[in-house]
Every structure is written in C-alpha cells, then in structure tokens.
C-alpha cells in the first residue's frame, strides 16, 4: 500500500511540475520595470519631473541628512567669534587623541609638522613658507574648527574630507600638540 502512494505522489509530483511550463508563451515576469527600464538621457527633460523639469528640487527649508548647520561666516569676525564663542560637542569620552592624531598625520603632518612647530615636509621642501607654529598662536578649538571648515590664507578648507566629528577630534588633537610646545 505505502508503493502505491508513493509512486501515486512522484507521478502527480511530475504531473504538476510539468504542468507549469509552457515552450509558446514566456513566463511571467515580476517587476518588468527593473528588466526593460525606461533609459532617460542625463540632464534632459523627462515627463516624470512636474512640468518636464530636469530634476526635482527638495522642500523649501529641509536639510540634507546628517548636515549639521555651521553658523559662523566665512570672514574675519566669523573667525573671531567662533574662537570666542565656539565649543566642542564632544564629551570626555568621544575625544580620542588616537584618532585626531590618526587624522592630524594624514591631513595636516605635511604642512604643520608632527609636533606642530610649523615645519612639515611640505615647508621643508619650500613648497609653503610662513605655516605658523601652535606655539605663537593664540588659538581655542573653536578658532581651530573654523579654520578646519573654511581655510585660512594658504590652507585650504577640510571640510569636504573631514566630518564635523573628524574636524573636533583634530581641534582637541591641535590643542594637546600646542600644550606640548
């Protein structure tokens, strides 16, 4: 009796999985979209932008994710202020002297030197002359960052290699090289 079912439930097993295909009419596809996509020219009009536009622009007054507004200007008051009034967000346990030391000698060894003193292989080699010493600034971590953001006579500005966070953790890196001077 256990034959008979069994061979009873091979055949309708071939029977249903023969069944399924059909050689003169394709299967049907789930998502064609993602198959055969509509192929849009790169900056051209397209009918899928309101009013044929090249592309949709955000709501009025949002913000990119992870941006965080900086709110001091690019000018020697900004500079100013921000050295008065600007403070780290980090706490004591975010401030990693390994990583701002990590990020310091990629980023700014060559100019700034690794204690510094302003005598970096970049000075050395006269590619850049008068790169100041941490010594003989008066400098905060706000004055830092800002400089960080924005750049500063010959330094140009970080901030599109650095975060927000990486740009604090060198700021507290500088001011532990300036204690040390």
Same mark, same amino acid.
């Given at each position: 009796?256990?034959?008979?079912?069994?061979?009873?439930?091979?055949?309708?097993?071939?029977?249903?999985?023969?069944?399924?295909?059909?050689?003169?009419?394709?299967?049907?596809?789930?998502?064609?979209?993602?198959?055969?996509?509509?192929?849009?020219?790169?900056?051209?009009?397209?009918?899928?932008?309101?009013?044929?536009?090249?592309?949709?622009?955000? =709501? /009025?007054?949002?913000?990119?994710? $992870?941006?965080?507004? @900086?709110?001091?200007?690019?000018?020697? %008051? &900004?500079?100013?202020?921000?050295?008065?009034?600007?403070?780290?967000?980090?706490?004591?346990?975010?401030?990693?002297?390994?990583?701002?030391?990590?990020?310091?000698?990629?980023?700014?060894?060559?100019?700034?030197?690794?204690?510094?003193?302003?005598?970096?292989?970049? =000075? /050395?080699?006269?590619?850049?002359? $008068?790169?100041?010493? @941490?010594?003989?600034?008066?400098?905060? %971590? &706000?004055?830092?960052?800002?400089?960080?953001?924005?750049?500063?006579?010959?330094?140009?500005?970080?901030?599109?290699?650095?975060?927000?966070?990486?740009?604090?953790?060198?700021?507290?890196?500088?001011?532990?090289?300036?204690?040390?001077?």
């Amino acid at each position: 009796m256990k034959r008979v079912y069994t061979i009873a439930l091979l055949v309708g097993m071939a029977i249903l999985s023969s069944s399924c295909h059909n050689k003169n009419e394709p299967n049907y596809q789930y998502f064609p979209n993602m198959y055969e996509s509509t192929g849009y020219e790169t900056y051209s009009e397209a009918a899928v932008f309101k009013g044929g536009k090249e592309g949709q622009l955000p =709501v /009025e007054g949002t913000i990119n994710r $992870g941006f965080q507004p @900086y709110e001091y200007p690019n000018t020697p %008051e &900004g500079y100013e202020l921000a050295k008065v009034n600007l403070k780290s967000p980090l706490d004591s346990l975010e401030r990693s002297s390994d990583k701002g030391k990590e990020l310091f000698e990629i980023y700014c060894i060559s100019c700034h030197g690794a204690s510094g003193n302003g005598k970096g292989k970049l =000075v /050395e080699r006269e590619k850049f002359l $008068g790169v100041p010493s @941490y010594k003989d600034r008066d400098i905060t %971590e &706000g004055s830092v960052f800002h400089v960080e953001t924005y750049g500063l006579n010959a330094m140009g500005s970080h901030a599109n290699q650095l975060s927000a966070h990486e740009r604090w953790l060198v700021a507290d890196y500088v001011l532990k090289l300036k204690s040390q001077l």
